[in-house]
Every structure is written in C-alpha cells, then in structure tokens.
Antibody, heavy 117, light 111 residues
Framework: EVQLVESGGGLVQSGGSLRLSCGAS????????MSWVRQAPGKGLEWVAN????????YYLDSVKGRLTISRDNAKNSLYLQLTSLRAEDTAVYYC??????????WGKGTTVTVSS | QSVLTQPPSVSGAPGQRVTISCTGS?????????VHWYQQLPGTAPKLLIY???NRPSGVPDRFSGSKSGTSASLAITGLQAEDEADYYC???????????FGGGTKLTVL
C-alpha cells in the first residue's frame, strides 16, 4: 500500500524551531518529487515547498524562504521540513505529498504545528 | 488572496448537478499548465479527484469531471450525493512564481 506518514509536529514558541519528517512506503521514493502543503486552522490549502528526486532542486513559497528548508534522504525513504524562526502564521497542519507530474497524488494524514506567542 | 480564484461556497440538492469554477491567469492556467482538483472531506487529508484537467484517478466515480478553457477551469459533479459534501480545491503551477498554487477552496453543501 502506498503510504505517507508525517511526524514531528507539536507546540513551539514564536522564534523557535521544529523538524517535520515524512516516511514513505509502498512506492519507489527516490523516483518521485515530493511536496509539503500546509493548512492553517479553518483556512485553505497552501503549497509550501517542492523537492526533486535527488534533492538538488528545491522550490519554496515566498513567505517561507530562508526560514523553512525541505530535504530528503532517499536511503531512508524520508522527507523532511526544517522550520526555523517560527511565527504565529506558521500554525497549521502540515501535509507531506507525492508530487507527480505537477500534481499531488498521494497525501499523508498530516502533522500539526502550533506556534505560541 | 489566492492565485487561483474559486467561489467560497456552492450548494445543490441530491441528484442535482453542480459546478465549481477556478479562475487563474496567463502565468498559470492560461500558460498551459494542467489543473488538478482535490476533495477534502471534513477532518481528513485532501484526496486527488481530477488530474491534468479532466482525468480521474482509479476509484473516483465518473460523476466527477473536469474541464479547462483559457485561463479558467471547472469541476462538475452530477448526481449529487450526501457524501459529496466537502471542500474542493483546484491547483495548478505558476511560471512566474515557480510554484504550485491552490485556489482558496469551495465548500460544497448538499441540501
């Protein structure tokens, strides 16, 4: 079964850091681009970042550039999102998704990040 | 303000047909990028519903269909059912932003 499982969310103070992880199974992880998408409470979906198959290309939402970093470890079938200098507006459910030909065809259940001031 | 514009809400009675629009610009939908649609049932993760304008992943009923014209796209749902009540999002790519972009989402209410 194709599956993505996020972890690492939690409560963090404004200005703090957090590292999210996403474990992939059931497909050849190293052959796919991957994405992070977030959803603030009561709001819509917001794309955050994409990474190519070997991690050499990364694309970010303008408002997170310099603060959030996407990375991957193909040997561990894992995707990561390092969040630093966190702000209240980063509070959201963060979803890991498989990015396949410009669309997200497999999604995880999400992990919640809450930034307190 | 989302790059792609959707109506905040639509509604319909069981059995009816509803459409949800998604309007973009010349740097995304109008540039030839595909439009994709996602369904998010209450309290769950999004699910791919339509990809590349009008293609359904395996398991998605043919009651759901998509179309694209110029800088806009539409999702149509026929034979509306209670379980279709959900939030629907369109998504495309943007050449200026070098990013994926979502619409603001449309809440479908089945009356």
């Amino acid at each position: 079964e194709v599956q993505l499982v996020e972890s690492g969310g939690g409560l963090v103070q404004s200005g703090g850091s957090l590292r999210l992880s996403c474990g992939a199974s059931g497909f050849s992880f190293s052959g796919y681009w991957m994405s992070w998408v977030r959803q603030a409470p009561g709001k819509g979906l917001e794309w955050v970042a994409n990474i190519n198959t070997d991690g050499s290309e990364k694309y970010y939402l303008d408002s997170v550039k310099g603060r959030l970093t996407i990375s991957r470890d193909n040997a561990k079938n894992s995707l990561y999102l390092q969040l630093t200098s966190l702000r209240a507006e980063d509070t959201a459910v963060y979803y890991c998704a498989r990015y396949n030909n410009y669309y997200m065809d497999v999604w995880g259940k999400g992990t919640t990040v809450t930034v307190s001031s | 303000q989302s790059v792609l514009t959707q109506p905040p809400s639509v509604s319909g009675a069981p059995g009816q047909r509803v459409t949800i629009s998604c309007t973009g610009s010349s740097s995304n939908i109008g540039a030839g990028y595909g439009v994709h649609w996602y369904q998010q049932l209450p309290g769950t993760a999004p699910k791919l519903l339509i990809y590349d304008n009008n293609n359904r992943p395996s398991g998605v009923p043919d009651r759901f269909s998509g179309s694209k014209s110029g800088t806009s796209a539409s999702l149509a749902i026929t034979g509306l059912q209670a379980e279709d009540e959900a939030d629907y999002y369109c998504q495309s790519s943007d050449s200026i932003l070098t990013a994926s972009v979502f619409g603001g989402g449309t809440k479908l209410t089945v009356l």
